[in-house]
């Protein structure tokens, strides 16, 4: 095996991942895919989030075609019924007192839980910790959702992207990258474990900024930008408008398809539109702007894999970030393989 992360790596089932939003599950049970397996997820009568493969023990049918009744899945197929762990409490062909066989059970995930609207899974028993999104429960922050985007990435890299601090200005030249400046101030990286956190303030051109418009405000001004990452791949980005107030946090969930694909998960929590839904929609087509600059080039990598080793590319101190992951990420592959 390479000193390099794909996304069908088996390190990566010893994590808690994305699957979906909390919105997407409702009593209709559901496919989506995640390190190359279908699962079939669906909500309770009660709320909560239920999961296993999308494969019924006997013939192997999705079960993501069946219905729900009450707790109980309904294989679509020949009609059998599993109930909340998974058991399988009715076989339609065998009559009401037929013994039903001990293997017919349904196969779940280590873990299923539920953070800042997004619903997790961990397939074997994790080793990083369940990610939370602070602002999410805070009742200032208004809440947007970006659409969710699959794309042919890795899922590794686009996280490199995402806390990468050099690319502003060029990848970003078309949104928010005109006018930020080339050089990356010093700034330092605090680690627990297997998530870290990096702040650093620099000049930025606030062109969401009424205040510009209305020439209260310069168009240059100061943010103070924080990143907090957890192992593999959630990260949240804090930016504080130092001059015209307010803090816009943008949350990047990275769901590892298949081999090549990866669906992109992402929200925003703004805490200075005034509840202004017609802002929160420009702030949503803003960043979906800014995403799509990012997969022009990330799509377009020929080998859909990161380095893990520290010494395979070159590194600056610009990068602190980027090499924080690959230092985590190799760890916790390290660990997790055996």
């Known amino acids: 095996m390479t000193d390099g992360l794909r996304n069908l790596d088996p390190a990566l089932r010893h994590a808690w991942h994305s699957l979906c939003r909390a919105g ?5 049970p559901r496919s989506f895919t995640l390190l190359g397996e279908r699962y079939v997820a669906y909500r309770s009568p009660e ?46 062909a065998l009559g009401e007192d037929a013994a039903l066989p001990a293997r017919a059970k349904l196969t779940g995930p280590d873990g299923v839980t539920e953070s800042h609207g997004m619903v997790f899974v961990a397939p074997e028993t994790p080793l990083t910790p369940v990610p939370r999104i602070d602002s999410a429960y805070d009742p200032a922050f208004q809440q ?3 659409p969710v985007i699959e794309t042919r990435a890795n899922a590794g ?31 330092s990286v605090t680690r627990e474990g297997y998530t870290f956190t990096a702040a650093y303030e620099h000049e930025f051109a606030n062109r969401e900024d009424p205040g510009v418009e209305e020439g209260i405000r310069p168009l240059l001004q100061r943010r103070r ?12 980005l804090a930016i504080e408008f130092l001059d015209s107030g307010g803090t816009n946090v943008i949350g990047f969930f990275l769901t590892p398809v298949d081999d090549e694909n990866v669906r992109v998960y992402s929200s925003l929590w703004r805490d200075d539109l005034d509840g202004s839904e017609e802002r929160m929609g420009d702030a949503i087509d803003f960043e979906i702007a800014v995403v799509n600059e990012d997969l022009q080039l990330q799509s377009r990598y020929e080998v859909l ?34």
């Open 305 to 338: 894999e990161l380095p893990l080793d520290i010494t395979a590319e070159v590194h600056t101190r610009a990068d602190k970030t980027t090499v924080e992951l690959r230092r985590i990420l190799g760890e916790f592959a390290r660990t997790a393989r055996g």
């Open 144 to 146: 947007g959702d970006l």
């Open 24 to 28: 997407e599950l409702t009593i209709a």
């Open 47 to 92: 709320g909560e989030a239920r999961v296993f493969l999308d494969r019924c023990p006997h013939r192997f049918a999705p079960l993501s075609l069946g219905s729900c009744e009450g707790e109980n899945l309904r294989c679509v197929y020949h009609g059998w019924v599993f109930d909340a762990d998974g058991d399988c409490v009715e076989i339609p």
């Open 225 to 236: 930008l924080t990143y907090r990452y957890t192992a593999p791949f959630h990260l949240e």
């Open 157 to 187: 890299l686009l996280a490199d992207n995402f806390l990468d601090m050099a690319h502003f200005p060029f990848i970003h030249s078309g949104t928010f990258g005109a006018g930020e400046a080339r050089e990356v101030p010093n700034y």
